[in-house]
């Protein structure tokens, strides 16, 4: 499966993004979802994840309330939606695809590459 991520740029503090990242060379569907994001100077961290179904998504704690994953199976894409953007979101965001629930906070078979945010306050 490869994963292409976009969406990402330059928003002020208190302002919304939408990452979108594209699937393609296997069965979207079959795939629990992830977004993971890396601050400069930290180590990657889990953002979120969405079911291959669409439902029980599940996010880390400082982006409850104002993230959002949805998913799109038939255009084979997944979604973040950001707003109440925080200078602490500035990241380098990732999008990631496991067939497995278990463990969902870090193992992923597969990976896209990057899209950066920056939030400016």
């Known amino acids: 499966v490869q994963l292409q991520a976009s969406g990402g740029g330059l928003v002020q503090a208190g302002g919304s993004l939408r990452l979108s990242c594209a699937a393609s060379g296997g069965t979207f569907s079959s795939y629990h979802m992830g977004w993971f994001r890396q601050a400069p100077g930290k180590e990657r961290e889990f953002v979120g994840a969405?079911?291959?179904?669409?439902?029980?998504?599940v996010y880390e704690d400082s982006v409850k309330g104002r993230f959002t994953i949805d998913r799109d199976n038939v255009k084979n894409m997944v979604y973040l939606q950001m707003n109440s953007l925080k200078s602490e979101d500035t990241a380098l965001y990732y999008c990631?695809?496991?067939?497995?629930?278990?463990?969902?906070?870090?193992?992923?078979?597969?990976w896209g590459q990057g899209t950066l945010v920056t939030v400016s306050s």
């Open positions: 969405i079911r291959w179904s669409g439902g029980m998504p």
């Open positions: 990631a695809a496991t067939p497995r629930w278990r463990n969902i906070r870090s193992e992923y078979y597969y």
